[in-house]
């Protein structure tokens, strides 16, 4: 089993920052992709940025130049840092991965969603 924790989420201002962590843990061989992808109200979920093993990322064209995604293989977890945020932004963040297990199976797991409010 693997198991997802994200942390991060909560109510901030317009203009101001938050960071979002992500940290998988379990039965895991290797971690090939991480992402964070977001689910505002009414709308459907969208992939926000993603970052390979080898550190090659990208990012949705609204969050460019101020979000930042990052990796510590060796913990296994993932962030997120957002600066500059606007109402916009606000959604519930959600952490996925494409792990190898160690029996060898290949699975994409998600995490429970962690809730970014940004409002004044």
């Known amino acids: 089993q693997v198991r997802l924790v994200e942390s991060g989420g909560g109510l901030v201002q317009p203009g101001g920052s938050l960071r979002l962590s992500c940290a998988a843990s379990?039965?895991?061989?290797?971690?090939?992709?991480m992402g964070w992808y977001r689910q505002a109200p009414g709308k459907q979920r969208e992939l926000v940025a993603r970052?390979?093993?080898?550190?090659?990322?990208n990012y949705a064209d609204s969050v460019k130049g101020r979000f930042t995604i990052s990796r510590d293989n060796a913990k296994n977890t993932m962030y997120l840092q957002m600066m500059s945020l606007k109402p916009e932004d606000t959604a519930v963040y959600y952490c996925?991965?494409?792990?190898?297990?160690?029996?060898?199976?290949?699975?994409?797991?998600w995490g429970q969603g962690t809730l970014v409010t940004v409002s004044s």
């Open positions: 379990g039965s895991i061989l290797s971690i090939n992709a």
């Open positions: 996925n991965v494409a792990v190898v297990t160690t029996a060898l199976r290949s699975l994409e797991v």
């Open positions: 970052i390979i093993r080898g550190g090659s990322t």
